[in-house]
């Protein structure tokens, strides 16, 4: 089976190769294709895989281009998990919305719009590409903002575009390791929303919801990291656990204060921090998986440093800085590939799951996987609350993909000052006029 990962010069290719790596089965990858524009960040990438193989004698074949087409054709499954502009885009993202007081964070907010319209012509690009050059594919998408994106590339592939995110199955994992649950993957996770938009509203083990009893403990529920992001106080007043990117929301001023006084934003870190490692991999003797290793368990213990100083979190449980997107995409393609059927939090179509929106909307919610794709479970109408902030981002993701489709600047303010996040019309023009000026991508715009 061919797999294609798209951004394969990516710094966390080698999570998804280490997870390939374990699986034996029949119907396994047997050849993994790196498809990225940057030669020298292939060669440093499949340096690393290499190393990871060594001693293992079924080991899926790795092969790298620069061509896209030819890393299409045939292909099995493509994960997606590009980044247009690259980590100085994402720099560039929070440091225009920083200068104008909101905030710049790649999926949240001002950051996550100038993101979308920049990914989004690219990402459709990529689908039309996919139903011509391998229309029996799956599309497992990364690339953020992952709702946005996957709906975008949805409109070309259907059902067959998939988008996964790590953050709800590690908010899961800590419920469960709070509770006492032995094996995680026994509990249902009640959770429904968009990408980096959604809360558990209940745990189930063997029928029983265990939420309550966690919502009812105050020591538990600030013994972990969204009780030590949002509070106990807060989550009870809520009656549910937010996906931690919420706290975007709910304390806003203090994160995008936290930002301004930080000396380096989160983007302007990744990028200073993985140019060394790529520059690094220029020598041929470098040693590639321990030098790709120590720079990825800095990145993830610094990860939403600034929120956890805001809210006085402290360090990364030592069971957090493990990741788990690769996981996630791993059962998602055993599923399908294989008939395995599983139970996953994924990024798809709505259809009818939640009412406030239609049925092409892509929502964040549980799916039951099997050979013909995911299934988006019947979930509980969300509170009032939560129900006015998901229909107001995604009004604001559609004039994105309106915007990116139709190459509107007006649209494209339109976007900005709908935001939640974004106060005022004014400071949308003020926005737009500054990532147009600084992302030869966003140029389209007229």
């Known amino acids: 089976m061919k797999l294609t990962i ?18 034996h089965a029949e119907g396994r990858v047997t050849h993994v294709v790196l498809h990225d524009l940057d030669a020298g960040r292939l060669n440093a990438v499949t340096r690393v895989l290499a190393e990871q193989a060594a001693g293992v004698p079924d080991a899926p074949e790795v092969t790298a281009t620069t061509d896209l087409d030819e890393a299409l054709r045939g292909a099995d499954f493509v994960f997606s998990a590009i980044r247009v502009g690259g980590l100085q885009g994402r720099a560039d993202d929070e440091r225009v919305a920083l200068a104008e007081g909101v905030l710049g964070q790649e999926t949240v907010g001002a950051g996550g719009i100038a993101y979308g319209l920049r ?40 059902d067959r575009v998939i988008g996964i995110c790590d953050s709800p199955v590690g908010l899961g994992r800590r419920i469960a390791r709070v509770l006492g649950v032995k094996n995680p993957a026994e509990a249902w996770i009640d959770y429904v929303g968009l990408n980096h938009l959604g809360w558990v509203r209940g745990l189930r083990v063997a029928g029983r919801d265990e939420l309550p009893r966690l919502l009812a403990d105050p020591d538990l529920l600030g013994s972990f990291e969204e009780g030590k992001l949002f509070g106990p106080d807060w989550l009870q007043s809520l009656g549910a656990i937010p996906n931690e990117y919420l706290h975007y929301y709910y ?50 213990a610094t990860y939403m440093a600034e929120n956890r100083q805001t809210a006085g979190a402290g360090e990364r449980d030592a069971d957090d800085l493990s990741g788990g997107y690769e996981k996630v995409a791993l059962a998602l393609m055993r ?3 294989r008939d395995e059927r599983t139970t996953l939090i994924l990024n798809v179509r709505n259809r009818s799951t939640l009412s406030v929106l239609d049925t092409e909307a892509v929502i964040e919610v549980p799916c039951l996987v099997d050979a013909n794709g995911a299934h988006p479970v019947a979930v509980d109408p969300l509170p009032d609350h939560a129900t006015g902030l998901v229909c107001a981002v995604k009004a604001v993701e559609r004039e994105v993909l309106s915007a990116a ?42």
């Open 335 to 337: 599923a399908i590939a």
């Open 251 to 300: 304390f806003n001023r203090e994160a995008v204060r936290a930002y301004q006084q930080a000396g380096q934003t989160r983007g302007a870190f990744l990028r200073d921090q993985q140019a060394r490692f790529y520059e690094e991999m220029r020598n041929p003797d470098a040693a590639a998986l321990h030098a790709w290793d120590a720079t990825r368990a800095e990145r993830e």
């Open 119 to 158: 990914t989004v012509p690219v990402a459709v690009d990529i689908a039309r590409r996919v139903a011509r050059l391998a229309p029996d594919a799956w599309v497992i998408n990364f690339t953020n903002p992952a709702g946005l994106v996957t709906e975008a590339m949805s409109r070309h592939l259907g």
């Open 6 to 23: 798209l951004g394969g010069g990516g710094f966390r290719v080698p999570l998804v190769y280490g997870a390939l790596l374990g699986d």
């Open 405 to 446: 489709d139709s190459g509107s600047r007006r649209i494209a303010v339109k976007a900005f000052a709908l935001h939640p996040l974004v106060d005022s019309v004014n400071v949308a023009r003020r926005l737009v006029d500054g990532y147009t000026s600084v992302h030869p991508g966003l140029s389209y715009l007229k």
